[in-house]
């Protein structure tokens, strides 16, 4: 039995997902005003990473309810398409943000080894940069 897409809850998932892709991004829009609408909007983007993953953690509980049978192959199986349904559109835009920003956005000091081949090694491999 299929169960049932939960529209407002994925939606407010979306939501979430653009504010930490905004946030992220909060430099592209050149140093932002304490008040201004735009800091208003990326100031607590942050947030939209713990909602992300509890509504995540939330739908894959929900979606797979219904599952009688539990093995280690079911488990697998489960793992090995989710990974293939998500990597493809991770290294994608992965590559395009690469791309796009290398030369074009960041720059300065503090940017330097961001671009460095070992870090984007480690993004395709989805090993933490930060340790």
Known sequence: ?????LYGIESLRGIAALAVAIG????????VDQWSFMDRITA???FGVELFFIISGFIISYSTKNI???SLNNTLS???KRFFRIYPVYA???SVYIFLFYHNVYTGA???GVFS????IKSFLLIPLDG
Do not use: D, E, P, V
Not at 117 to 120: A, E, R, S, T, V
């Open 24 to 31: 992220h991004n909060r430099g592209l829009f050149g140093q």
């Open 117 to 120: 081949l070992n870090n984007i």
């Open 78 to 80: 489960f793992l090995i």
């Open 44 to 46: 607590n983007a942050i």
């Open 68 to 70: 009688t049978n539990r």
């Open 1 to 5: 039995m299929k169960t049932k897409k």
């Open 110 to 112: 503090s940017w330097s």
């Open 92 to 94: 994608i835009i992965l």
